[in-house]
């Protein structure tokens, strides 16, 4: 079989798996990120993530991640939703869930789904020898254990174990998989292999698939036909920029993350600068404006995977309910679910954050409740909440 229609069969296959796309680019096709990544960097723009400062070899570098690799493999995992995905943001008494976080955890699902493609990938391949794909020999080129320590839990795992080469003349297909948690610029790489631009959000956006996506890839010593990259087509469009709630963007293309609401929710440890808090409206997991202003996304449809389609409980969950959860409680609660990462303590600081920005004065009496609670942040949390509704 040649490169070509090994390429063929594998989009054929990852649309079969439910993939919304499927493209390839070389790791070393990348090459502007070192900078810009030490830019943004220095710049303080990631915050309390001090895990992007770390590695940045590999981040910055995913021919120096692993070096056997030849073709990256980028995939697009659609959430697009059914519903307004802003409509939350309208019920003060309730908060707004990112879209993302309204159903299943995505690491879980696009892991497996790529784990299913790559060994898919060894198998198609290694049935063929002598085919003319070439790819690493050695047995080193399966796995590099270096690359696959863990960042932030989960991480990338060789897609599948195989027995020992047969002969010398047998060169085995080295495969890793990846999904957010590896130090892997996923975005520049899914512009060089064409799924879409980073637009002005900073986000990959698809003239297909508008901006709700998630972005998945196979790294594989195969060396596989690859694609053209992927034009800017944001325009003099600045709908993004202009609706983000906190100024999060000092310039296009450019994001301070400690400005950005989906930090301060999901990332930021302790108290969040007062100034910020007020601005945070009802958003108690992730934000969405930027990505739901883009006009490209009139052309997306809605995820097949109903896995990600909104729990009836997380459209708007009322405030008041959410507050109450004890650990025990918001485990129940978000099992399976992304939100469950953050845990109790900075999930009810942002409940209540939403409280204080609700204006309405029932909801006093919860936050005056919280007032005491053990955790140092949610306390601050809910004196600030209880004062703003008091006056
Ligand atoms: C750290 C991180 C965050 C941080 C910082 C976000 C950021 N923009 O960096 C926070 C917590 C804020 C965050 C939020 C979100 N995230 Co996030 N996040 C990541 C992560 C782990 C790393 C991103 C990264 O490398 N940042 C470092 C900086 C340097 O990168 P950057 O902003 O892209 O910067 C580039 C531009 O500034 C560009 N640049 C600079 N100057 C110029 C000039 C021009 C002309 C151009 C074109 C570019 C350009 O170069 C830089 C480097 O390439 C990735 C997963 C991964 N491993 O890649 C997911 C990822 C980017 N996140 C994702 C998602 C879905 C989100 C949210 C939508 C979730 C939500 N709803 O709350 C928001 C979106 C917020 C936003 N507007 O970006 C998806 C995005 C999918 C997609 N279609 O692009 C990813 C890829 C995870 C995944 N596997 O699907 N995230
Ligand atoms: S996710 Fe929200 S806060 Fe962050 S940049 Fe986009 S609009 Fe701004
Ligand atoms: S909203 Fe406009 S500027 Fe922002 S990413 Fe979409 S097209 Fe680009």
Redesign the pocket.
């Known amino acids: 079989m040649t490169g070509e229609a090994l390429k063929a069969r594998l989009l054929a296959r990852a649309v079969a798996e439910g993939f919304a796309a499927c493209r390839v680019c070389r790791p070393w096709d990348v090459p502007e990120?070192p900078a810009?990544?030490a830019a943004?960097l220095a710049a303080g723009h990631h915050g309390q993530?001090g895990w992007?400062a770390e590695r940045v070899h590999w981040?910055g570098d995913p021919a120096a991640l692993w070096p056997e690799a030849r073709s990256v493999i980028v995939l697009a995992e659609s959430y697009t939703p059914a519903e307004d995905p802003l409509a939350a943001l309208a019920r003060r008494d309730c908060g707004a869930v990112?879209v993302?976080a309204r159903n299943r955890d995505y690491h879980d699902l696009v892991k497996k789904r790529l784990k299913r493609l790559a060994r898919w990938l060894i198998a198609e391949a290694e049935g063929d020898e002598g085919s003319g794909l070439s790819s690493q020999s050695g047995t080193g080129a399966r796995a590099a254990p270096a690359a696959q320590t863990p960042e932030r839990g989960a991480l990338s795992a060789p897609a599948a174990q195989t027995p020992a080469a047969p002969s010398n003349t047998f060169t085995p297909v080295g495969v890793k998989v990846f999904?957010?948690t590896?130090p892997?610029?996923?975005?520049?790489l899914g512009q060089a292999a064409g799924l879409g631009w980073?637009g002005k959000?900073?986000?990959?956006v698809s003239r297909e698939l508008g901006?709700w996506?998630?972005?998945?890839s196979i790294f594989t010593t195969l060396d596989l036909p690859v694609d053209a990259p992927e034009a800017?087509h944001c325009g003099s469009c600045r709908a993004c920029l202009d609706i983000c709630p906190t100024a999060a963007f000092p310039a296009p293309?450019?994001?301070d993350?400690r400005r950005?609401i989906?930090?301060l929710t999901?990332?930021h440890k302790g108290p969040v600068h007062t100034e910020l808090r007020a601005r945070m409206g009802n958003r108690i997991y992730?934000?969405?404006d930027?990505?739901a202003a883009c006009p490209w996304n009139k052309f997306a449809v809605a995820a097949s995977d109903l896995r990600y389609a909104a729990r009836d409980d997380l459209v708007a969950p009322p405030l008041a309910e959410l507050a109450g959860l004890d650990d025990a409680g918001f485990r129940a609660h978000f099992s399976g679910s992304p939100i469950k990462r953050i845990g109790r303590d900075r999930f009810v600081r942002n409940v209540l954050y939403a409280i204080g920005n609700s204006g309405d004065p029932r909801l006093l009496a919860v936050a005056q409740r919280l007032a005491g609670d053990a955790d140092p942040a949610v306390a601050d949390a809910a004196r600030w909440a209880a004062l703003r509704l008091a006056i």
Not at 184 to 188: D, F, L, Y
Not at 213 to 216: D, E, L, R, S, V
């Open positions: 990120v810009r990544l943004w993530m992007m981040r990112s993302y999904v957010d590896a892997v610029p996923e975005k520049p980073q959000h900073t986000n990959l901006s996506f998630f972005i998945g800017d293309y450019r994001l993350a950005c989906s930090y999901i990332e992730g934000c969405d930027c990505l």
